[in-house]
């Protein structure tokens, strides 16, 4: 098993800026792959990004591309989601993921239990 946890949600205003954080348990964390998703009310879960074990790999949905980086410190077993230029559209929880393998393919294996970030307009 894998604990995540999220920090670093909150209200922020439109084109302003937050730094998401999620920290993993285990002894193994530079061998998943890692990824953020987020879920609006009454939408289904998306796909924001992902970031390869090493780190030297990254890919971002379409919607958030240019404006949100993911990256990680296998040091400190945390992976970071920095969001800038935000939108009212990304107002949604936000969650933290990891695949068992170091190549993002979307299959998920454990999920944190997410935290809110809310753009104002």
């Known amino acids: 098993q894998v604990q995540l946890v999220e920090s670093g949600g909150g209200l922020v205003q439109a084109g302003g800026s937050l730094r998401l954080s999620c920290a993993a348990s285990?002894?193994?964390?530079?061998?998943?792959?890692m990824d953020w998703f987020r879920q609006a009310p009454g939408k289904e879960r998306e796909f924001v990004g992902g970031i390869s074990g090493s780190g030297g790999i990254r890919n971002y949905a379409d919607s958030v591309k240019g404006r949100f980086t993911i990256s990680r410190d296998n040091a400190k077993n945390t992976v970071y989601l920095q969001m800038n230029s935000l939108k009212p559209e990304d107002t949604a929880v936000y969650y933290c993921?990891?695949?068992?393998?170091?190549?993002?393919?979307?299959?998920?294996?454990?999920w944190g239990k997410g935290t809110l970030v809310t753009v104002a307009s």
């Open positions: 285990g002894r193994t964390f530079s061998t998943y792959a």
């Open positions: 993921a990891a695949e068992k393998g170091r190549l993002v393919t979307r299959g998920v294996d454990y």
